[in-house]
């Protein structure tokens, strides 16, 4: 259903292997879990990360053990969306949904939405989507 290869945007990107219908399950985010306090104690490459957060503070780092939807590409007009949901083992998990329609072949994003440090400056999380709807930042609304 999904393809890895060079993207325009950035770097590998996630495409559509075949024609997507809007609502389509993708896949699940895999990796190595973090519990909230074992992800506070850890120190985090800030250039490259593979970190998606959950709403009750444990993280997935999908470059230990994670699969292809670790290469979804930011955008500020995305064509999926990733969700929480409850896993079949009694563990919240990262799903990903087709937002619309998309054709074999097309790049497949969310928008990252990131949190991060204030240390951190903004201009370390510049958007390159190429949106008409850019908001030239990764970082949330």
């Given amino acids: 259903m999904i393809r890895i290869e ?14 997507l219908v809007a609502g389509e399950r993708m896949g699940e985010y895999a990796g190595r879990r973090y ?3 074992q992800a506070a104690r850890r120190e985090w490459d800030q250039a490259l990360t593979y970190v998606f957060g959950l ?4 993280v997935i ?5 994670g699969n292809e939807t670790r290469h979804f590409n930011h955008s500020c007009e995305p064509n999926c969306e990733a969700y929480e949901e409850a896993g079949t083992r009694g563990l919240q998990e990262i799903v990903f949904y087709s937002l619309r329609a998309i054709r074999a072949g097309e790049e497949l994003f969310i928008d990252y939405q990131l949190e991060v440090d204030a240390s951190m400056p903004d201009t370390a999380y510049r958007c390159a989507c190429g ?7 990764m970082l949330s609304a």
């Fill in 6 to 19: 060079r993207s325009p945007v950035h770097g590998t990107g996630l495409f559509a292997e075949r024609d």
């Fill in 131 to 137: 949106s008409r709807l850019c908001r030239g930042t």
């Fill in 35 to 37: 519990t909230a306090r």
């Fill in 61 to 65: 780092d999908a470059a230990e053990g």
């Fill in 55 to 58: 709403s009750d503070g444990s």
